[in-house]
């Protein structure tokens, strides 16, 4: 069974920026895609990034390019999330994610694992 527990989610002001990692309890990392999901508050939940298996291969949803980054660390079994120039509308719970191959929708069949999130909140 793989586990996924994200940390470092809070609260910070507009235009601020904090870092979210996700530890994966699972000895075969670097076989999987992983990737970050959010959720607002009566909203579907939505894709924000995906690393390749190397992290060589990242992808990221529009509303974030630019100031979010995702990298992984495969000897420590952990992803990283980025988020510079933080905005009211990322205010979400965040979800660390697996998958088999690289995704880019939470309906994807090639997601395999979820974290339990951790919530950012951006005040204005």
């Known amino acids: 069974q793989v586990q996924l527990v994200e940390s470092g989610g809070g609260l910070v002001q507009t235009g601020g920026s904090l870092s979210l990692s996700c530890a994966a309890s699972?000895?075969?990392?670097?076989?999987?895609?992983m990737g970050w999901f959010r959720q607002a508050p009566g909203k579907e939940r939505e894709f924000v990034a995906v690393?390749?298996?190397?992290?060589?291969?990242?992808s990221y949803a529009d509303s974030v390019k630019g100031r979010f980054t995702i990298s992984r660390d495969n000897g420590k079994n952990t992803v990283y999330l980025q988020m510079n120039s933080l905005k009211p509308e990322d205010t979400a719970v965040y979800y660390c994610?697996?998958?088999?191959?690289?995704?880019?929708?939470?309906?994807?069949?090639?997601?395999?694992?979820w974290g339990q999130g951790t919530q950012v909140t951006v005040s204005s």
């Open positions: 994610a697996a998958g088999s191959h690289l995704f880019y929708s939470n309906y994807d069949p090639d997601l395999r694992y």
């Open positions: 690393a390749s298996w190397s992290g060589g291969s990242t």
């Open positions: 699972v000895r075969t990392f670097s076989a999987y895609a």
